[in-house]
């Protein structure tokens, strides 16, 4: 199974700051890595797909980048909305594995 | 609007069984992939089981291969999670997810409201 890692677990930050979360996969993904956000109680949303493709409707605050093994995912001025649960998660082959998660949190 | 609405959660002992349900709206049904996802109290999340569209191809992971039976009925558009000697390690929220329409589509979107199996004597 690949196994993926995050960094940091968590991070507390300032509205208006630049954050930036990372991901790496155990192995080559190539490009099949997706990002989701979780609010408490709700469901995961996708944020991003296929590495650095921005899902609609998602602010364009978020980006991301990567291939292979190194995946970062960036928020690029933090607002109110944001301080949330983060999670990537590699869709190469099955069992398609999850990041444990980082928290955002209000410095 | 794309929809999914799990059902058939609750609360059952040890060795227990339990089906659960979709139901999708919004979209072909019959031409995406379906993949289960849970998440055990406070903690991450994990794949559970995938079905592509025709029923031809599912996927387990190892922890319940064996135990639990995705599929589907299209004509209903409906998803199905079949659980069988359920552990107390299973009690979690269990997502119905839609999956892509294509080969590499893999990513999760949307995602149902989630509902809880709690496995406990």
């Known amino acids: 199974d690949i196994q993926m890692t995050q960094s940091p677990s968590s991070l507390s930050a300032s509205v208006g700051d630049r954050v930036t979360i990372t991901c790496r996969a155990s192995q080559s993904v190539s490009t099949y890595l997706n990002w989701y956000q979780q609010k408490p109680g709700k469901a995961p949303q996708l944020l991003i797909y296929a590495a650095s493709s921005l899902r609609s409707g998602v602010p364009s605050r978020f980006s991301a980048s990567g291939s292979g093994t190194h995946f970062t995912l960036t928020i690029s001025s933090l607002q109110p909305e944001d301080f949330e649960t983060y999670y990537c998660q590699q869709s190469y082959s099955t069992p398609f594995t999850f990041g444990p998660g980082t928290k955002v949190d209000i410095k | 609007e794309v929809q999914l609405v799990e059902s058939g959660g609750g609360l059952v002992q040890p060795g227990g069984s339990l089906r659960l349900s979709c139901a999708a709206s919004g979209f072909s049904f019959s031409s995406y992939w379906m993949h289960w996802v849970r998440q055990a109290p406070g903690k991450g999340l994990v794949w559970v089981s995938r079905?592509?569209?025709?029923?031809?191809?599912?996927s387990y992971a190892d922890s319940v291969k064996g135990r639990f039976t995705i599929s589907r009925d299209n004509a209903k558009n409906t998803l199905y999670l079949q659980m069988k000697s359920l552990r107390p390690e299973d009690t979690a929220v269990y997502y119905c997810?839609?999956?892509?329409?294509?080969?590499?589509?893999?990513?999760?979107?949307?995602w149902g409201q989630g509902t809880l199996v709690s496995v406990s004597s």
């Open positions: 079905i592509i569209g025709d029923e031809s191809v599912t």
């Open positions: 997810v839609r999956g892509g329409s294509s080969l590499g589509e893999n990513w999760f979107d949307p």
